[in-house]
């Protein structure tokens, strides 16, 4: 089968689910920049910093006793593949945002993980019921080349959005581009509008 006739193949399956541009992949394909970045919980930390009222650090055991969901979604990555039904189990990015207080002023977010990489966020576009930070991934935890042991997960929007080995995130006053973004990626990345890139 060609691309074109594996993604009419994947439109009829599909429908309204599969973005345009993108075709489906029954593997889960393992994409960064750079090295895996070796964390071990004892030493793994999220730190909520910036625009925040006072910053916030939890570790690993403080942050697993905050509450859990397990929910399903698809994530569609810019490089055209799109992994239907995942089931991630988590902490709501809503139950870790509590825990700051965000200064009314800011409007964005720049992601940080582990060995550098960054993306940034409208709060609003991270401020999502469905958004979560997830260590689990069908059941099984997640894999170091998948993030563990935690990893954004935001999934109306490309996946280079949901950073992997998170560490942190920065609250800003005014957008400013992460790593991709920095390199033409779309700021956005709505899969259904196609933005790929600027
Ligand atoms: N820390 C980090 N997170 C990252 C990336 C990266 O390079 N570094 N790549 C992004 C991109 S482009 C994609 S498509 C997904 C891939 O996740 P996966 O390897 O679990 O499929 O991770 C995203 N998160
Ligand atoms: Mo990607």
């Keep these: 089968m060609n691309i074109f006739s594996r ?9 309204e689910r599969l973005p345009p541009g993108q075709s489906a992949t029954d ?3 393992i994409l960064h920049y750079g090295s895996i970045p070796l964390i071990e919980t004892k030493d793994w930390t999220l730190e909520l910093g910036g625009a925040v009222a006072a910053p916030v650090k939890l570790d690993w055991d403080e942050f697993m006793a905050l509450p859990q969901v397990t929910l399903e979604n698809d994530i569609h990555c810019v490089t055209s593949w799109s992994k239907f039904d995942n089931v991630w189990t988590g902490v709501p990015v809503r139950e870790v945002l509590k825990l700051a207080q965000i200064k009314p002023e800011a409007t964005h977010v720049m992601v940080h993980s582990y060995g550098g990489y960054t993306t940034n966020l409208a709060l609003a576009d991270l401020d999502r019921e469905e958004n979560l930070f997830a260590h689990t991934h069908n059941g099984e935890a997640l894999t170091r080349e998948h993030g563990w042991p935690l990893r954004l997960v935001v999934p109306h929007l490309y996946f280079w959005k949901s ?3 998170i560490r942190g995130l920065n609250f800003m006053v005014q957008d400013q581009p992460g790593f991709w973004e920095m390199y033409g990626y779309h700021n956005r990345g709505d899969p259904f509008k196609e933005e790929r890139y600027s």
């Design 163 to 165: 950073a992997k080995w």
């Design 7 to 15: 993604r009419n193949a994947d439109k009829e399956k599909w429908g």
């Design 27 to 29: 593997g889960w394909p």
